[in-house]
């Protein structure tokens, strides 16, 4: 396989998540943006985990326009993964305690071309990837003073963008309930989910 040398990052774009955080870090001078546990994650690590993150991602070749499931467990680490990917390439996160039947419809649904999975709960998810083709990435994380790693097969470069994030290029593919009829796949950009956090910020007047 081709080595893929490092390129520079490309800028930011506004009305992107990435474009968000950035904001945040340089208000926010030098705070916390993700408390876990005793221990806090400051804007500038955060910033410094996504660069690295995104750099990793590319090598492994997970480019802009990449669809990447995710079988993680809740808390800090899944938070974090799924900035990481939204900022890098499109997340689609699922309930690792998905069975049977349920995953057979979701992995054709989401579109997906990778999943990242990490620790017991990802059993699961692990085997309906392999059966489906896809590669398995493991990814894990020691706190806020480490950066993300990750480990498993690379994707052929020919898969890749490296473009930078648009405000209208998707970020996130979430599925439907289905409660009321066929589940159906949700894409959202970047200026839908800068939006939506803006909105949550001011109605519990974040500062």
């Known amino acids: 396989m081709t080595e893929l040398q490092p390129q520079p990052l490309p800028p930011l774009a506004p ?56 079988a993680l467990p809740d808390g800090p680490l899944a938070a974090v993964v799924l900035l990481a990917l939204i900022h890098s390439a499109v997340c689609a996160p699922v309930n690792p305690d998905l069975r049977g039947a349920e995953w057979e419809r979701l992995i054709p649904e989401l579109g997906v071309e990778v999943l990242v999975a990490h620790g017991p709960c990802a059993a699961e998810a692990r085997l309906r990837a392999a059966a489906a083709g896809l590669p398995v990435i493991e990814v894990d994380w020691e706190g806020p003073r480490a950066a993300l790693r990750w480990s498993g097969p690379a994707l052929p470069l020919t898969q890749m963008s490296t473009s930078g994030a648009s405000p209208d290029g998707t970020a996130l ?31 519990i007047a974040l500062t």
């Open 15 to 70: 009305g992107t998540i990435g474009a968000l955080l950035e904001l945040g870090r340089l208000l926010a001078g030098g705070g916390p943006a993700l408390v876990v546990g005793l221990e806090s994650l400051h804007h500038e690590e955060l910033s410094g985990l996504l660069a690295a993150a995104e750099v990793d991602l590319r090598r492994l070749g997970i480019g802009r326009r990449t669809r990447v499931m995710t």
């Open 173 to 203: 593919v979430l599925l439907t309930s289905g409660s009321s009829a066929r589940p159906k796949r949700v894409p959202l950009t970047h200026r839908q989910l800068v939006l939506a956090a803006r909105r949550m910020a001011d109605s």
